[in-house]
């Protein structure tokens, strides 16, 4: 429940007869696994997340060996000067 200065839990019991797992009051939530790469997401992408059902419980993966991909080299270039910045205004 909302108030003003907080948030107060609400507890409540679905009265249900069966055992079976109940999708309507679990729905399919956000994974662990990446909707997209990095280099996708900084290229401006925008996508949904990979979703999974909670009906299994949950299940570790197996670790993937982790492989590193090459980096482009970028170049620091130092700060202009006052002085080389006002000659190339002028």
Not at 16 to 38: H, V, Y
Not at 42 to 68: H, Q, R, W, Y
Request: some cysteine; glycine content about 6%; hydrophobic content about 35%.
């Amino acid at each position: 429940k909302a108030c003003k200065n907080h948030l107060e839990p609400i507890h409540f019991t679905v009265p249900r007869k069966s055992e079976l797992f109940q999708d309507d009051i679990f729905p399919d939530t956000a994974g662990p696994d990446p909707a997209m790469s990095a280099s996708e997401w900084f290229g401006g992408a925008n996508k949904n997340p990979i979703k999974v059902s909670l009906e299994g419980g949950f299940v570790a993966k197996p670790k993937t060996e982790f492989k590193p991909i090459a980096v482009k080299e970028v170049k620091v270039e130092k700060p202009k000067t006052v002085v080389e910045y006002k000659n190339e205004v002028d």
